[in-house]
């Protein structure tokens, strides 16, 4: 769990400096809708750092701890792949990205996936204990 709460902390350190970033450097560079993109990863960034977080002082109360590690990494995975390629995806035209958008596109829904797995995850564990 030291590594988790290691990957907490980096996590939530960069939603804040993401999401600061977002909201007073990139609002006058992006579209809405590409604003909006970029405050949905955010969000999800968030959210997802407070369920790692979650998970961590689940696993002080619990006898078993399977489910709740993997619960962690999914979710810090999915923030990975979801948060970050929307991040990527939104600020794409600034960052010149080109075709390779096209390559980040399909990433999205793989971390929402993963954000997924770990809400399961978390599930089981419940069932478990």
Not at 83 to 112: E, F, H, N, Q, R
Request: charged share 10%.
């Amino acid at each position: 769990m030291k590594k988790l709460l290691i990957l907490a902390g980096i996590s939530g350190t960069m939603a804040v400096i993401l999401g600061a970033f977002g909201a007073h450097a990139l609002a006058e560079h992006l579209s809405d809708s590409q604003l909006n993109t970029y405050n949905t990863a955010s969000k999800y960034h968030f959210y997802h750092t407070l369920a790692i977080l979650a998970v961590i002082l689940l696993q002080k109360n619990s006898t078993t701890n399977q489910h709740l590690i993997k619960a962690g990494y999914a979710f810090f995975i999915g923030i990975i792949l979801f948060s970050g390629s929307l991040y990527l995806l939104a600020c794409k035209d600034m960052l010149t990205l080109g075709s390779w958008s096209k390559i980040i596109g399909p990433v999205t829904p793989i971390g929402g996936l993963a954000f997924i797995l770990g809400w399961i995850m978390l599930a089981l564990h419940g069932r478990s204990e």
